[in-house]
């Protein structure tokens, strides 16, 4: 049985809560400020900016050299992280683990750490996992295609004013707000 995370907070008459209430959420101007810290301190320390596409295209030269180390190093695309055998040392795995760790400290500390498939009312919750997998492999293609993510386009790309980026950002605002129409019934 799946259900929400309202659920959890808001139970019905004669049933008890299970989660507590959540903390409010951090000031996001401050935390803003904060990630642009953490975007400077990535320049200073590795001489680039922040994206998460890089760990992921390492991890798949470690596939790759499990099959075949030849290939892996020869290939166009693989020998960028291969890293001469160790692609599983390149600092944007780093990134996302510490990524997923900072997100986890930050969910147990503001008690919103739950099993739960958020969704709308008339959504199955089959049908929210489906379409959560379909956009984000369409999310994960364009990030190949656009040779990053959100994070090293709209951070890195825009905090340099690169101009391809600042597209990018406008082309992302602008889907998003022609799909909403689509998709609302999802969440409504």
């Not at 000031?27 to 890089?54: D, K, S």
């Not at 293609?141 to 101009?163: E, M």
Request: glycine share 12%.
């Amino acid at each position: 049985m799946t259900h929400t995370i309202a659920q959890d907070r808001f139970p019905a008459a004669g049933q008890a809560s299970v989660a507590a209430i959540p903390k409010p959420y951090w000031n996001p101007y401050a935390v803003g400020f904060l990630l642009g810290l953490v975007l400077l301190a990535t320049y200073v320390v590795t001489g680039r900016g922040l994206g998460a596409t890089g760990g992921y295209s390492a991890v798949a030269a470690q596939f790759a050299g499990l099959f075949s180390p030849e290939h892996a190093a020869a290939n166009a695309v693989h020998a960028k992280y291969w890293n001469d055998g160790a692609p599983l040392a390149s600092w944007t795995l780093f990134l996302l683990a510490g990524a997923f760790i900072g997100a986890l400290a930050s969910g147990l500390q503001g008690q919103r750490v739950c099993w739960s498939i958020e969704k709308g009312p008339q959504a199955s919750a089959e049908r929210r996992l489906a379409l959560a997998f379909a956009g984000g492999f369409i999310a994960a293609y364009g990030a190949k295609i656009a040779k990053g993510c959100t994070s090293g386009q709209a951070l890195t790309g825009g905090s340099i004013l690169n101009v391809g980026s600042l597209v990018f950002m406008v082309a992302v605002f602008a889907a998003a707000y022609g799909l909403a129409w689509f998709v609302r019934k999802e969440w409504l």
